[in-house]
């Protein structure tokens, strides 16, 4: 599909017009290094000023590094604000083709840096973590690398992000299993690639291939999630595995290991919750990837609070 049509479509679906206002965020806000970024901030409705600071999430949405914008990640983001009591705020970066790698890295290291130096948000400094759908979780793996954030960060929550750009297509589609189904990704993700990937750029750069980040460059809690029949899946799994030196066990789907959480979602594709999964024309579809989706944020949320915002 034209990238170009779906730039002009993506703010219609996301508008309150067209989904309801209920998930919209608290206020918006930009910072003096990328003014034209706005990035959407949810306090939850419980929170009150004299009410102890919030642990920080920040969000990053996906969008194979060339479409979306913050707004497609509302009902995430209210959800994961108000139920689990959390100051989210939803991630803004400037999109290739105009911007390819690393421009999208460089400015949400940032964004990031100016949030955790605002004053004016109720957040504990002790209590930050960052993640992101798709392209938004390899850019949260891949500035949480950059020295001027180490330490600042504590955790990641990567829910099925690219993270080897070495591995050949054909091989990643191979690898899902047989009742997987068409994969939208092996159309969409060579012209992503193409957009995003500048010509002679090393594949193997931990920040376009986050799967060869150094576990030492990264926070010390890291929680990555896979979907069964998504081709990124098989990368991802990997990825987790080296980071938490841990060898695989026919039948486990979900694990932790020093440090490192790893989650397959069975039976479900790339962005099975996400925009696309509420496009679902069949209602009892449309209405169990939702409720799957829930429980994935569910988990990541009880694994922040329980190993991040401890």
């Known amino acids: 599909m034209d990238t170009t049509f779906m730039r002009m479509v993506i703010p219609i679906l996301t508008s309150p017009y ?3 206002r209920a998930s919209l965020p608290t206020f918006t806000k930009s910072y003096p290094s990328h003014p034209s970024l706005t990035h959407r901030v949810f306090i939850p409705p419980s929170y009150k000023s004299d009410d102890a600071p919030l642990p920080l999430y920040l969000s990053i949405h996906g969008g194979g590094f060339v479409l979306g914008n913050p707004a497609g990640d509302d009902p995430f ?17 400037p999109k290739a083709p ?14 990031v840096a100016a949030i955790l130096n605002d004053e004016s948000l109720p957040f504990d400094r002790s209590k930050v973590a960052i993640g992101g759908f798709s392209a938004g ?3 949260s793996l891949s500035l949480a690398q950059d020295p001027s954030l180490r330490g600042k960060i504590h ?21 899902r299993p047989a009742n997987a189904g068409p994969d939208a990704l092996k159309n969409m993700g060579p012209l992503f690639n193409y957009a995003y990937i500048p010509p002679e750029t090393d594949l193997c750069d931990p920040r376009l291939s986050v799967a060869y980040a150094k576990r030492e460059d990264l926070p010390e809690k890291i929680c ?11 990368d991802a799994e990997l990825m ?18 020093d440090g490192v959480r790893w989650e397959k979602v069975l039976e479900v594709v790339h962005g099975f919750e996400s925009m696309d999964g509420r496009q679902e024309r069949d209602n009892v579809k449309r209405e169990k990837n939702l409720e799957r989706g829930r429980k994935m944020w569910d988990d990541a949320a009880e694994w922040l609070h329980r190993e991040v915002y401890r």
């Open 77 to 93: 983001c209210h959800h994961f604000s108000k139920i689990h009591n959390l100051l989210v705020i939803s991630l803004d970066y």
């Open 18 to 20: 067209i989904r309801g």
């Open 224 to 234: 990555v999630v896979g979907c069964e029949f998504d081709m990124l899946c098989y």
């Open 137 to 139: 979780g390899n850019l």
């Open 155 to 175: 955790g990641i929550c990567a829910f099925y992000p690219p993270c080897n750009f070495v591995t050949p297509i054909s091989v990643s589609l191979a690898a």
């Open 98 to 111: 105009s911007y390819p790698f690393p421009s999208a890295t460089n400015a949400l290291i940032d964004t």
């Open 240 to 257: 987790a595995e080296r980071w938490a030196g841990k060898e695989r066990k026919e039948g486990e789907y979900v694990w932790e290991k």
